[in-house]
């Protein structure tokens, strides 16, 4: 099992996600930015990591909100969802194919990979977590 973690981050609004690049695991959808925990870290530690690699940006890592079992053919994830904001810098996608604000009424429109997916089932159940706010 491949331990994930991944940022619900918010602007008004709205939520940034991302799309994965050509040549990856559910190429040309769409997650919550994150990545995989390496051996040693915490979940905020690995998002901290990942969103510095990934988008070029430091962020405050918050609340776990939700987390996942999912099984991909190719292998089974436990993925968990924290609240997060950016706390310096602007998002720019240096491993994505692209970003985007979305808002949580739209997110039926947007081909989110499907543990993202059963995220958001979770976030519809409890939309109060969707405004969380991240004080550190």
Same mark, same amino acid.
């Given at each position: 099992?491949?331990?994930?973690? *991944?940022?619900?981050?918010?602007?008004?609004? $709205?939520?940034?996600?991302?799309? $994965? &690049?050509?040549?990856?695991?559910?190429?040309? $959808?769409?997650?919550?930015?994150? @990545?995989?925990?390496?051996?040693?870290?915490? @979940?905020?530690?690995?998002?901290?990591?990942?969103? %510095?690699?990934?988008?070029?940006?430091?962020?405050?890592?918050? *609340?776990? /909100?939700?987390?996942?079992?999912?099984?991909? &053919?190719?292998?089974?994830?436990?993925?968990? /969802?924290?609240?997060?904001?950016?706390?310096? @810098?602007?998002? %720019?996608?240096?491993?994505?194919?692209?970003?985007?604000?979305?808002?949580?009424?739209?997110?039926?429109?947007?081909?989110?990979?499907? *543990?993202?997916?059963? /995220?958001?089932?979770?976030? %519809? $159940?409890? &939309?109060? /977590?969707?405004?969380?706010?991240?004080?550190?």
């Amino acid at each position: 099992m491949i331990e994930v973690v *991944a940022a619900l981050v918010r602007d008004g609004e $709205r939520f940034l996600v991302c799309q $994965r &690049p050509e040549g990856k695991m559910c190429a040309g $959808r769409w997650e919550f930015a994150g @990545g995989k925990v390496e051996a040693g870290e915490t @979940g905020p530690e690995a998002l901290r990591r990942e969103w %510095r690699e990934e988008l070029d940006v430091e962020i405050a890592v918050g *609340a776990q /909100l939700a987390e996942v079992l999912y099984d991909y &053919p190719e292998r089974r994830v436990h993925l968990t /969802l924290y609240a997060a904001r950016i706390a310096s @810098g602007a998002p %720019r996608a240096l491993e994505h194919s692209a970003l985007r604000w979305v808002a949580a009424e739209d997110f039926d429109r947007v081909s989110f990979c499907p *543990a993202d997916a059963e /995220l958001i089932v979770q976030l %519809r $159940r409890r &939309p109060e /977590l969707l405004y969380t706010e991240v004080s550190v």
